[in-house]
């Protein structure tokens, strides 16, 4: 049975950091592509960052690039999302996605990944 549980959201200032956790259970993880997609109240879930399963390949959305980096630790079964410089429009559920992948590709698309995450809230405020 695939699992996949965020953690590490929470309520932290605007320039501020935080790193996300995804623990995934149930499947063979280096076999898999994983990404990181947020959700906001009144707004579709979108795109954060990806990375394909070896790590090679880590597509991030403009919104966050030069911020946010996307990791992997397949030993450990864990993906990672480093955030800084966090800012309110940060605010949003995040979710943790999987996709089996045969080679080095990250979706940005996640109509394409199979199984997700309950989400983890970040909320960025003073």
Not at 96 to 104: I, K, Q, T, Y
Request: proline share 3%; glycine share 14%.
């Amino acid at each position: 049975q695939v699992q996949l549980a965020e953690s590490g959201g929470g309520l932290v200032q605007p320039g501020g950091s935080l790193r996300l956790s995804c623990a995934a259970s149930g499947f063979t993880f280096s076999t898999y592509a994983l990404g990181w997609f947020r959700q906001a109240p009144g707004k579709e879930r979108e795109f954060v960052a990806a990375i394909s399963r070896g790590g090679g390949s880590t597509p991030h959305a403009d919104s966050v690039k030069g911020r946010f980096t996307i990791s992997r630790d397949n030993a450990k079964n864990t993906m990672y999302l480093q955030m800084n410089s966090l800012k309110p429009e940060d605010t949003a559920v995040y979710y943790c996605a999987a996709r089996f992948s045969g080679g080095g590709y990250a979706s940005i698309w996640a109509s394409e990944y199979a199984f997700w995450g309950q989400g983890t809230q970040v909320t960025v405020s003073s």
